[in-house]
């Protein structure tokens, strides 16, 4: 998504209205990228994270902060835009998409092929999994 948004800016720089087909391109892999990737880590980790008796106020945390951060980018788009111009404002908004994929890389505990008793578990032993819960290599 951070690269789409690059090129976004890139776009920008030039005379982007030649270039009507590329740009509804990129819209649309950025749709695409989003909907399978960043989209759905806050419905699912809220799901699978959680311990059970949490779940339910667990959820509402991120689905508040996913409203937020649409609402913010929402807010502040064309207000950028009007005062750094349409590159820098796609540039900025692609460094938040990178910052996202870091953090969520490196803080979003793996649960693949986990049950959610073993990632119930790994909340209750401060971040850290058991090794019988291990997943195998070469597993779902």
């Known amino acids: 998504m951070?690269?789409?948004?690059?090129?976004f800016g890139a776009m920008f720089l030039t005379d982007y209205q030649k270039?009507?087909?590329?740009?509804?391109?990129?819209?649309?892999?950025?749709v695409l990228a989003f909907?399978?990737?960043?989209?759905?880590?806050?419905?699912?980790?809220?799901?699978?994270?959680?311990?059970?008796?949490?779940?339910g106020y667990g959820s509402s945390m991120p689905a508040t902060g996913n409203w937020t951060a649409d609402l913010l980018g929402s807010i502040s788009f064309?207000?950028?835009?009007?005062?750094i111009g349409l590159s820098f404002t796609f540039w900025i908004y692609g460094f938040f998409a990178l910052v996202s994929v870091i953090v969520v890389y490196?803080?979003?505990?793996?649960?693949?092929?986990?049950?959610?008793?073993?990632?119930?578990?790994y909340g209750r032993r401060d971040r850290s999994w058991e090794p019988a819960a291990e997943a195998k290599p070469g597993t779902r």
């Not at 951070?2 to 090129?7: H, N, Q, R, S, T």
């Not at 909907?35 to 779940?55: D, H, K, Q, V």
């Not at 064309?78 to 005062?83: K, P, R």
Request: no cysteine.
């Open 2 to 7: 951070f690269l789409i948004m690059a090129v």
């Open 19 to 30: 270039h009507g087909t590329v740009l509804l391109v990129l819209i649309l892999l950025y």
């Open 35 to 55: 909907a399978i990737g960043m989209g759905p880590i806050f419905w699912l980790f809220s799901a699978e994270i959680f311990l059970t008796r949490l779940r």
């Open 78 to 83: 064309l207000t950028l835009a009007a005062s």
């Open 106 to 121: 490196r803080l979003a505990p793996g649960t693949r092929a986990r049950p959610l008793e073993a990632i119930e578990d």
